[in-house]
């Protein structure tokens, strides 16, 4: 965009040149012979009459906002594919529950509510998806409740947020579930979430896998299970405990809903 600019701006400056040069050539001859209407004194008005045009017409294309400014970075033109989409999304755990609990006290329930949140607010901001959240608070909702409510909403994507945990501390990184028996558009879905959480976060990748979780069983539409690395972990306990990594981690799973339903 910005060189488009220079080049009107560059093209004015040459037509005003050529207008002022042009315009001494008629002026020496009417000098001599006070002829309004010789050729080259029309010549001279013709001219004068195109220049004056382009030069509105180009200062009138400056002064537009460009329809596109960067045609790379945005959304293709036409209906947005995840109008219209019911979307949920479930913080694993609350309540009494409290899921994996870290060393220094951070709560698995907690984190999966907060990074939630943030990406419910993500979707209802920018996109035109139905956006529900199987619980907004710190209270306990079943497996059964979860399932149940996406199932009743005719949800076209489930996705369940949770923190992993390990018995030895020493596991690390990011993964992704789908029920064993999911289709492709599941595995398409588990695909974006996965790419778009290990390039924001830079945390290892441990790739898709398949499981038999009950939120992914018993649920009737494109359901994954993350796990958004190891609070086991001290160095990435550390990392969860951060609001600007909840907010990456939001980020990054809107950004890879928003890929797979552009891309399907």
Request: charged content about 25%; cysteine-free.
């Amino acid at each position: 965009m910005l060189r488009t600019k220079l080049l009107q701006r560059l093209l004015i400056l040459v037509l005003l040149l050529s207008l002022l040069l042009t315009a001494s050539f008629p002026q020496l001859a009417e000098a001599r012979s006070r002829e309004l209407l010789k050729k080259d004194n029309l010549e001279f008005i013709l001219k004068g009459v195109v220049s004056l045009y382009l030069l509105n017409r180009i200062n009138s294309m400056l002064r537009e906002e460009p329809a596109i400014e960067d045609a790379g970075s945005r959304v293709p033109a036409g209906p947005s594919p995840l109008a219209g989409k019911i979307i949920v999304l479930d913080p694993g755990h609350g309540g009494h529950d409290p899921g994996a609990v870290g060393a220094r006290g951070l709560k698995e329930k907690d984190v999966n509510l907060d990074i939630a949140r943030r990406v419910y607010r993500l979707l209802q901001e920018n996109t035109a998806a139905r956006v529900y959240l199987t619980r907004d608070t710190d209270r306990f909702v079943s497996l059964a409740e979860r399932s149940s409510l996406a199932n009743r909403l005719g949800a076209d994507s489930f996705i369940s947020i949770h923190i992993n945990a390990a018995e030895n501390g020493r596991e690390r990184g990011i993964e992704t579930y789908a029920h064993h028996s999911a289709g492709r558009e599941a595995w398409a879905l588990a695909w974006y979430l996965q790419e778009q959480l290990v390039r924001e976060l830079g945390l290892k990748d441990r790739g898709l896998k398949a499981g038999n979780f009950h939120v992914i069983r018993e649920t009737r539409m494109d359901s994954l299970l993350l796990e958004i690395g190891f609070i086991s972990d001290a160095a990435e306990e550390a990392l969860l405990a951060r609001s600007s990594t909840r907010e990456r981690a939001a980020q990054a799973i809107y950004a890879g809903i928003l890929a797979y339903y552009h891309n399907r």
